[in-house]
């Protein structure tokens, strides 16, 4: 009953390190998506993906890249972080048909970087 | 493109108080819209959502929101809250282009003893 799964779900980083949220989901969902939230700023997507080997920019998507090389890993890259990507980060999926369908989150990872 | 905004960055109640956590949304001709959940350090988890139909919708533990047209809102009620209750919540719409939520910033919900 695993659903959508992040790691690691603390990190600290020095500014200037690169690292790599792994995001993997279990339910054969088509979309997949990155958030982050900020305290007061509600959640705000930075990249998504509506199927292996597919993905685009959301609202939010300088200083990240992502991959999407299998419909169950949509890992998001940080490249030379930088102190304003401190945040709560969600990974979410939901099954493409049918705009009403639930988008399911994981538990979040929370990063800092020092 | 499509938002949303929650007037409340906090409500506090007291336990057995009626509640209602206010969001409007942008006018468009068919909107989607969502309440999520979050209890402290975990996920958003789906609380109730309008597609069409009935302009009432409840979810399994006790709240209610109602899609207003005219008013171009989806506020949440519930009209006696628990402890249990304590989290932030989440109002959010279908952003169609993107095939995601677009979220509001959140309302923090206090219930006290």
């Known amino acids: 009953n695993a659903g959508v799964t992040q790691t690691p779900k603390f990190r600290i980083l020095k500014i200037g390190q690169s690292m790599t949220l792994q995001c993997t989901q279990d339910?054969?969902?088509?979309?997949m998506y990155w958030y982050r939230q900020d305290p007061g700023m509600g959640l705000k997507l930075i990249y998504y993906s509506v199927g292996a080997g597919i993905t685009d920019k959301g609202e939010v998507p300088n200083g990240y890249n992502v991959s999407r090389s299998t419909t169950e890993d949509f890992p998001l890259r940080l490249e030379l972080a930088a102190p304003s990507q401190t945040s709560v980060y969600f990974c979410a999926s939901r099954r493409g048909t049918g705009s009403g369908n639930t988008i399911y989150f994981g538990e979040g990872s929370w990063l800092t970087v020092v | 493109a499509q938002s949303v905004t929650q007037l409340d960055s906090q409500v506090p109640v007291f336990e057995e108080a009626p509640v209602e956590l206010r969001c409007n949304y942008s006018s468009s001709v068919s909107v989607y819209l969502f309440w999520y959940v979050q209890y402290p350090n975990q996920g958003l988890q789906l609380l109730l959502k309008y597609l069409s139909g009935s302009t009432l919708v409840e979810s399994i533990n006790g709240f209610e929101a109602e899609f207003n047209k005219s008013q171009t809102s989806f506020h949440l009620r519930k009209p006696s809250v628990h402890i249990s209750d304590t989290a932030e919540y989440f109002c959010?719409?279908?952003?169609?282009?993107?095939?995601?939520?677009?979220f509001g910033s959140g309302t923090r919900l206090q219930v006290q003893p």
């Open positions: 959010a719409v279908w952003d169609t282009g993107r095939r995601a939520l677009t």
């Open positions: 339910m054969n969902h088509n979309y």
